[in-house]
């Protein structure tokens, strides 16, 4: 059974464009969750989205959003990106959004922004 | 920010040792979490906890969720070398909402 699948792995980008990270759960799972990895301020969680319904969003400025497709696959959005955004984009799927320990995670996009 | 801290940050450890990390929260979580990340890859969940009190094994690791739902605790017994990387705590009020900790570095004495 394939892990959960996000693309591109490395990007680099410069202040004040935008990016598009993508997300393909594992086959069966329909909740994604997104994080973002920094060495600054660990892991924080960004969005969950299920049934293409926003279930939860953390405490991040609207230049980040996300959307979640009918097979579940996800994007995350960042416009007018800052220096500060550099980070490991994490994405995680689930069979449902209650079942945390059915969680897995991907291996990560990396986010370089210049 | 993160509202668990994580202890400690960092570890030598060398083979055949106990290895004990600890999470305490300002607030109460229903279910916590410990995950291992490596180099290169998310992070991987070894331990889920759900009722106040509850001590759980994987192996040689052990979990215990605290009484007062604001702490938790990680044992690695008899650490093998591969047991190296990074071990965060989390904790969650809203299914897969979770808050991490600042994470537990793990590494092998020279």
């Known amino acids: 059974k394939a892990g959960v699948t996000q693309t591109p792995r490395y990007l680099i980008k410069t202040r004040g464009q935008q990016v598009t990270l993508s997300c393909s759960p594992i086959s069966g799972h329909r909740s994604v969750s997104w994080y973002q990895q920094t060495p600054g301020q660990g892991l924080q969680f960004l969005f969950e989205?299920?049934?293409?319904?926003?279930?939860n969003k953390g405490n991040f400025p609207g230049r980040f959003s996300g959307r979640q497709f009918s097979n579940s696959r996800s994007e995350m959005n960042v416009s007018t990106l800052e220096l500060g955004d550099s980070a490991l984009y994490l994405c995680a799927s689930s069979l449902f959004p209650e079942s945390t320990d059915t969680q897995y995670f991907g291996p990560g996009t990396r986010l370089t922004v210049l | 920010g993160q509202q668990l801290n994580q202890s400690p940050q960092s570890m030598f450890i060398q083979e055949g040792e106990d290895v004990s990390m600890n999470c305490t929260s300002s607030?109460?979580?229903?279910?916590w979490l410990w995950y291992k990340q490596d180099p290169g890859e998310g992070p991987v969940l070894l331990i889920a906890l759900y009722k106040a009190g509850e001590l759980t094994s994987n192996g040689r690791l052990t979990a215990q969720f605290g009484i007062t739902r604001k702490d938790s605790f990680l044992n690695i017994s008899a650490s093998i070398p591969s047991d190296v990387g990074i071990y965060f705590c989390a904790g969650s009020n809203a299914g897969n909402m979770l808050t991490f900790g600042g994470g537990t570095r793990l590494m092998v004495k020279p």
């Open positions: 989205y299920f049934s293409e319904t926003q279930r």
């Open positions: 607030s109460i979580f229903n279910t």
